[in-house]
């Protein structure tokens, strides 16, 4: 409920958007970056893909929808993995896209595609390493990983306390020489490279104002003091 006040209507992404016009809506940008990855990945019919902490499903859908590819969507909520599985068979896309409570270290089956949305911040950077090993092993020689990641445009650091303390327990947000150096030590290869941070500011904008315009029911889903945390959050 929560997440409701504040992110997309259609996809409920937590992740940077992409703002292709001025002022363009939330949900337009949000399916603007679904797209954008969709290109970037280069599916072909019958690919299997592994989205790798899916969320609400909607990149794993959206995948299915514009591809004749397989979809496995892995997250560690057991609240997000049964929305999804029932959405999928509301949708009647339980046939292409498949949703399990699993984590990535776990994974045995080999993938064309793999693609990860706001979930590396949460891995934490002793495990870096750990995870880009066990992209090499379990995606195809010639397969495709797009990992989209909150980044620091600093150098190597602790993290933030407040935010480890508050909101995300755990959370750091990686620089960029920190990502490189655990890649360096596998057979996979940096192909692209691209810094959305001018997309990011407007997208926190946009859900710091919907959450302000739902400030009534936040608070009596939590409490005032919630209601402060989060607002500062979104803002700085």
């Known amino acids: 409920e929560l997440y409701d006040l ?6 409920r992404q937590y992740s940077c958007a992409y703002f292709k016009k001025k002022n363009e809506s939330l949900e337009n940008a949000q399916q603007n970056k679904i797209d954008h990855i969709i290109r970037k990945l280069n599916l072909k019919p019958g690919h299997k893909v592994l989205d790798i902490g899916c969320g609400w499903g909607g990149m794993a859908f959206e995948i299915a929808r514009q591809s004749q590819c397989e979809v496995t969507g ?3 909520s057991e609240n ?3 929305y999804c599985k029932k959405k999928a068979k509301d949708l009647n896309m339980d046939n292409q896209v498949h949703f399990e409570l699993c984590d990535y270290r776990k994974v045995d089956k080999k993938f064309e595609k793999i693609v990860s949305v706001g979930a590396f911040e949460h891995f934490g950077k002793k495990f870096y390493k ?11 020689d010639d397969g495709i990983c797009l990992l989209h990641s909150i980044g620091s445009v600093d150098e190597p650091g602790p993290a933030q306390s407040w935010i480890q303390k508050r909101i995300f327990p755990g959370g750091i947000i990686p620089s960029l020489s920190e990502i490189v150096g ?3 030590k596998t057979s996979l290869i940096i192909a692209d490279c691209e ?7 407007q997208t926190l904008k946009v859900w710091h104002d919907r959450f302000l315009e739902n400030r009534r029911r936040a608070k009596e889903l939590y ?13 700085s």
Do not use: C, G
């Not at 750990?130 to 195809?140: A, D, G, R």
């Not at 810094?195 to 500011?201: D, K, S, V, W």
């Not at 003091?225 to 979104?234: A, G, K, P, S, T």
């Open 182 to 184: 655990p890649i360096e």
């Open 74 to 76: 892995i997250s560690l």
């Open 195 to 201: 810094t959305l941070i001018n997309h990011y500011n």
């Open 80 to 82: 997000q993995i049964n």
């Open 223 to 235: 409490d005032e003091q919630f209601v402060r945390m989060w607002e500062f959050y979104l803002a």
């Open 6 to 11: 504040f992110l997309d209507k259609k996809h």
């Open 130 to 140: 750990t995870f880009f090993k066990k992209i090499e092993n379990i995606m195809t």
